[in-house]
């Protein structure tokens, strides 16, 4: 038997496999929907302090190989998100993951707080989404990180890990390890989508989407091997003690398989899931049982981190 269970911050998952934040993770019946697939955990999406509606639309676009997306973080408000967390921690036995997107540190502070008083089993505070008008990529300034970091350390009872940005560059890499490492940060998911890009149609030569002149995050395979780098490269740098997910452009159990080598412990399933829907978890596990099985591999940890060398 091939066992594919992981753990996130110590919390058992029965599959490395799960959604990511997402466009499709903002009400209760979508919640329900990746309850009742083979997702091993309910990634909720990302909330703030208040409702919102989002960018206007059209705010996302399929594209051949992935997708590009300015939502600009719609979701019905944390008050919501801990609702929606008691009752599917009552219906399902799955672990449910919260996402914490506040717009000021006072509004970080006041979510996850409410959050310490609910059953969710581990928070993915993502700091920065790029798509937010006015605001920049919270991520690449490290400052604002240390500090941001440092108040939810303070007011989070519950494990924590943090959603990054792609880095491109080794010193950017290091440098936010470093301020990683000064708190009680859990795990690192590595990676939201590339920050603004431009998809262009040239029939009506317009922009795809709306928000912000046309640019957005670009998610799916074009951004596979940038969040391959990022799980290499975080994976080396915190020496297993902060686990690592990964997440971009993840569509079959290869992927998968390709990215628990570079180090990630877990894995999350965004356009893939928006593109071929709640069959796609199965999908990548059954996959990645079959790779496991012909290279006689029992656990994942047989291979985790464990990339060979060309020399
Ligand atoms: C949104 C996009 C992101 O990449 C993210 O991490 C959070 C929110 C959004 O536009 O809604």
């Known amino acids: 038997m091939v066992?594919?269970?992981?753990?996130?911050?110590?919390?058992?998952?029965?599959?490395?496999?799960?959604?990511?934040?997402?466009?499709?993770?903002?009400?209760?019946?979508?919640?329900?929907?990746?309850?009742?697939?083979?997702?091993?955990?309910?990634?909720?999406?990302?909330?703030?302090?208040?409702a919102r509606e989002g960018n206007p639309e059209p705010r996302y676009a399929d594209l051949i190989d992935g997708s590009i997306n300015?939502?600009?973080?719609?979701?019905?408000?944390?008050?919501?998100?801990?609702?929606?967390?008691?009752?599917?921690?009552?219906?399902?036995?799955k672990p449910v993951v919260a996402s914490i997107?506040?717009?000021?540190?006072?509004?970080?502070?006041?979510?996850?707080?409410?959050?310490?008083?609910?059953?969710?089993?581990?928070?993915?505070?993502n700091p920065g989404?790029?798509?937010?008008?006015?605001?920049?990529?919270?991520?690449?300034?490290?400052?604002?990180?240390?500090?941001?970091?440092?108040?939810?350390?303070?007011?989070?009872?519950?494990?924590?890990?943090?959603?990054?940005?792609?880095?491109?560059?080794?010193?950017?890499?290091?440098?936010?390890?470093?301020?990683?490492?000064?708190?009680?940060?859990?795990?690192?998911?590595?990676?939201?989508?590339i920050g603004n890009g431009l998809?262009?149609?040239?029939?009506?030569?317009?922009?795809?989407?709306?928000p912000k002149g046309g640019m957005g995050g670009i998610g799916g395979k074009y951004i596979k091997y940038t969040a391959l780098a990022n799980v290499r490269r975080f994976y080396e740098l915190f020496n297993g003690k902060i686990d690592v997910i990964g997440v971009g452009g993840i569509y079959s159990g290869v992927d998968a398989f390709e990215f628990i080598l570079a180090g990630a412990s877990a894995v999350q399933i965004g356009t893939a899931y928006l593109q071929k829907g709640p069959t796609i978890f199965a999908k990548v596990q059954n996959e990645l049982k079959n790779i496991m099985k012909k290279k006689n591999y029992k656990k994942l940890s047989d291979f985790r981190g464990k990339l060979k060398t060309l020399d």
């Open 3 to 50: 066992d594919i269970s992981t753990t996130i911050a110590s919390v058992k998952l029965d599959s490395c496999v799960f959604n990511a934040s997402g466009p499709a993770d903002v009400t209760l019946a979508e919640l329900e929907k990746i309850a009742r697939s083979k997702s091993s955990a309910i990634t909720m999406k990302s909330c703030t302090l208040e």
């Open 129 to 193: 989404s790029p798509n937010t008008i006015g605001k920049p990529i919270v991520g690449y300034d490290m400052q604002l990180m240390d500090k941001l970091l440092k108040a939810v350390s303070k007011a989070c009872k519950k494990p924590f890990g943090v959603k990054l940005p792609p880095y491109f560059d080794v010193v950017h890499f290091e440098e936010v390890a470093k301020v990683i490492k000064k708190y009680p940060v859990k795990f690192v998911t590595c990676i939201n989508s």
């Open 70 to 93: 300015s939502m600009g973080l719609p979701n019905l408000g944390y008050k919501a998100y801990v609702e929606f967390s008691q009752l599917l921690n009552k219906k399902y036995k």
């Open 101 to 125: 997107s506040g717009m000021t540190l006072e509004d970080n502070i006041r979510i996850f707080e409410a959050f310490n008083d609910s059953p969710v089993d581990f928070i993915e505070f």
């Open 199 to 210: 998809v262009i149609d040239p029939k009506t030569e317009k922009p795809l989407i709306k």
